[in-house]
């Protein structure tokens, strides 16, 4: 990125009458959560973002004029010079992952996993043009995407947001990519051209870290580093992208946005990034030496934004108060305004008025246009891939087709999550006006060549059908939400193989089509259905896994196969046990006939738990323990491991009760007095970064009794907190939440929890306990009193 002279002299023109207080102001990004445009006015803050859960006006259904108007208030803001400010416009940073995904009715193209199996670059930088218009749209200015991360275990729940496991694969779209955002490398005025500025993420090796923990420690050798998870920053720099999001996570231990060396002597010095560095939610906090409050570390390892999202003040007044003290070197931060605002003016933000009288701004009509939704359709055909055709596929249009399973006609479960909301959880079909499900892509495919359709999810139907569809697969997740501990699909979630089962009984020839992010151990499937198909996670144009799976009247096929896959498919739920299918794996209708179907060896998956899980099943997960105590805590507990089972001096009776599974649930019957039911873990959990992602603590109770009172307790190694709460009798299990906020501001020290979940009671009370895990699915939110 070279910035012209004439710019360049403007830029120092500009920073030559900036006070400190506006230079600090244009290194500080806040969330829309947590600022006003008064605010901007005051911090003159150079940029707002908004994260997966925020929305104009605090409202993540806001619609696209919504969004539009609250681009014009916050840019108004920020060039007011009636107080004597020089007014530098803001720019205002969006997770437009795939497609302008935060947008009710925008076009929703494939998630990254997807778009690697199509192996096709060119489609790609027209995913990116497209993406881009969408956003000039609703008036935001750049776009936290690409993800250029390289997943070497797909354990990671951010797998799905990279293309590929195969570095080389990654680096040939990266280019791609940035170029349908932004346009050419040395193209500027890109506002006036309808583009927007992207950003390379998470950097560096994001998908490197240990058992594929989100932001966890890679600990690899600098070559892996350089040429696995480094390599697509070459083509991303050379195409000029505009920014680089430095990653959560670390490298031999060093946390990336504090990492001097790999921030400013690899990426800023030695591969020439000339654009602006930007850390990512309150990533700064976990800095050595710094907290989300306060964090010079960061800028001095060649940070030159602060993503502050709640905690932007605490930081701007830190940063100004050693900027003035003369602590914090003034040529860096220098740096990094210029860098701001070389990347503003590359954008040509200066001259280019309020975000409403912008090119393409307020055109809504292209949101969602046909013509974009086309692309996203072919994007999803390119995506599929096929790992067994017994002869079944495709589907002959003209016959009786039925729709099973799960996620079949759910635009939101086809999405995953940075779907309209952080998780891409809690959407119904109305939040996506103009998307197609996979069920109405098959009924329009099956019906415009004469045959029927009927949905049904448990596989009943009305008239025998001449074939099934069984759509099974993951639930959306997003970020350390979708950690898991293998690669096993959730034991909840395989319900469709059973229906796959019946079908089959029944001699109909059954499609498994998968919903995924990531490959997946599903041996039972492969083994059940004559066909099997992973869709991935399709996006809004479901349309597209239809086009390709149904033939026309003649049963010959309309489309073929020609994805493949872009990560090896593993062969049990551990990946070093095997792999099934290798890289670049994927039939077509072109294939040879196959031979008689070798049977896959299964093994017992039920074991695998999300990492966030701590107790279902009736089991406490790896390195909890399950106990019964009194007043006196260890004094007096009881781990529970087998029932029946007595505590407390026969005070306490565990029972199993059946929640999901046989024996899925623990009964707990106290005759009287105080006691509690508690989770202990081996060693001190860190839940910081979920409490201040407001992420819930979960748990699933039936009471047949209610106590007097109840309390839920956590215990941390400096502090505790506790919340009263009131558990009424019910004759079905309830999820409840409570914010982990909630606790931590009642003394609770979430950085070393050695007892996250203590349920206390006093008096007599029946209570069965079904499942512990972190989660933002509550079914009742319990209140948290001030
Ligand atoms: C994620 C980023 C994202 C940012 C803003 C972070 O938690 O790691 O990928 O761009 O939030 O939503
Ligand atoms: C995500 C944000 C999200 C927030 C929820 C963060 O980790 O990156 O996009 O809105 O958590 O509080």
Redesign the pocket.
């Known amino acids: 990125m070279v910035t012209p002279p004439t710019e360049k002299a403007q830029i120092a023109a500009l920073m030559a009458r900036m006070t400190l207080p506006e230079k600090i102001g244009q290194l500080v990004q806040a969330?829309l959560?947590c600022v006003t445009p008064a605010d901007v006015r005051q911090y003159h803050l150079g940029s707002i973002?908004?994260?997966?859960?925020?929305g104009p006006g605090g409202n993540d259904f806001a619609l696209a004029p919504q969004w539009l108007k609250a681009a014009d208030d916050f840019w108004a803001a920020s060039v007011d010079t009636s107080q004597g400010a020089v007014g530098i416009p803001i720019i205002w940073g969006i997770?437009a992952v795939h497609g302008n995904s935060n947008i009710i009715g925008a076009t929703l193209f494939p998630h990254n996993v997807g778009l690697g199996a199509a192996h096709d670059p060119a489609l790609i930088e027209r995913i990116g043009a497209i993406t881009a218009t969408e956003i000039r749209v609703t008036g935001q200015e750049w776009t936290f995407a690409p993800t250029v991360t390289v997943p070497q275990d797909y354990r990671w729940g951010r797998a799905y947001e990279g293309y590929s496991s195969d570095p080389r694969l990654v680096a040939s779209y990266v280019g791609a990519m940035v170029r349908g955002l932004q346009g050419p490398p040395d193209q500027r005025d890109l506002l006036a051209r309808g583009k927007v500025i992207a950003s390379t993420k998470h950097f560096l090796a994001d998908g490197g870290t240990k058992d594929g923990v989100d932001q966890g420690d890679a600990d690899i050798a600098e070559t892996e580093l350089r040429d696995i998870h480094g390599l697509p920053y070459g083509p991303a720099v050379e195409n000029g992208v505009a920014t680089v999001m430095a990653s959560f996570s670390s490298w031999q231990g060093v946390k990336m946005a504090g990492n001097r060396s790999l921030l400013t002597g690899v990426l800023k010095d030695r591969m020439d990034f000339g654009g602006f560095l930007v850390t990512?939610?309150?990533s700064h906090g976990q800095v050595a030496g710094c907290t989300n409050d306060s964090c010079p570390q960061a800028l001095e390892a060649g940070v030159d934004m602060y993503m502050a999202?709640d905690t932007w003040k605490a930081i701007y007044a830190d940063l100004l108060a050693r900027a003035r003290a003369g602590t914090l070197p003034i040529d860096r931060i220098d740096d990094a305004v210029r860098r701001v605002l070389d990347v503003k003016s590359r954008l040509g933000l200066f001259g280019a008025g309020k975000p409403s009288s912008r090119p393409l701004s307020g055109r809504f009509d292209l949101l969602g246009a046909p013509e974009h939704r086309a692309v996203a359709r072919e994007a999803v055909r390119k995506s599929l891939v096929l790992l067994k055709n017994q002869g079944v596929l495709p589907i002959k249009a003209g016959g009786r087709l039925l729709i099973a399973g799960e996620g079949t006609d759910d635009v939101a479960r086809q999405s995953g999550g940075?779907t309209i909301?952080?998780q891409g959880t809690g959407l119904g079909n109305d939040k996506f006006p103009g998307a197609t499900s996979l069920y109405s892509g098959f009924r329009q495919a099956v019906e415009a060549g004469g045959g029927s359709v009927e949905l049904n999810a448990d596989g009943n139907y009305t008239r025998k059908p001449d074939a099934a569809v069984v759509v099974f697969g993951e639930k959306p997740y997003?970020?350390f939400q979708g950690d898991r501990a293998t690669l096993a699909l959730d034991s909840d979630l395989t319900g469709p193989y059973q229906t796959m089962r019946k079908l089959k009984a029944q001699g109909i020839p059954v499609i498994a089509v998968m919903l995924t992010g990531r490959p997946l151990y599903t041996n039972p499937a492969l083994n059940l259905a004559d066909a099997f198909v992973v869709a991935w996670l399709p996006g809004s144009e479901g349309g597209g896994v239809a086009d390709v799976l149904v033939g026309d009247g003649k049963g010959r096929p309309r489309f073929d196969f020609t994805g493949s896959l872009a990560a090896r498919w593993p062969l049990t739920p551990n990946m070093r046990e095997g792999v099934l299918y290798d890289m670049n794996f994927g039939l077509s209708y072109a294939s040879p006939a196959p031979g008689p179907w070798k049977p896959l060896r299964e093994v017992d998956a039920s074991q695998a738990m999300d990492s966030r899980t701590w107790f279902t099943a009736g089991r406490a997960a790896a390195s909890w323990s399950l106990l019964v105590e009194g007043i006196n805590g260890t004094a007096d507990e009881t781990r529970i491991t087998t029932v029946p089972a007595e505590a407390l001096g026969g005070r306490v009776k565990i029972t199993a009760l059946d929640y999901r599974v046989q024996e899925g649930a623990r009964r707990f019957t106290v005759t009287g007095g105080p006691a509690a039911i508690a989770l202990r873990n081996f060693s001190p959990v860190n839940l910081d970064?979920e409490t201040?992602?407001?992420?819930l603590l979960l748990f699933t109770a039936r009471v047949f009794g209610a106590p007097e009172s109840a309390a839920l307790t956590l215990v941390g190694a400096k502090g505790s907190g506790s919340l009263p709460v009131s558990l009424t009798p019910g004759d079905r299990f309830v999820r409840y939440g409570v914010a982990l906020k909630c606790l931590r501001g009642r003394g609770a020290d979430v950085t070393a929890l050695t007892k996250p979940f203590v349920l206390s009671t006093q008096g007599a009370a029946d209570i069965a306990l079904g499942e512990v895990r972190l989660g933002m699915d509550a079914e009742v939110v319990l209140p948290c009193p001030a």
């Open positions: 969330d959560c973002l908004v994260g997966g859960n925020s997770d990512d939610w309150n999202p940075w909301t952080w997003a970020e970064r201040n992602a407001d992420v």
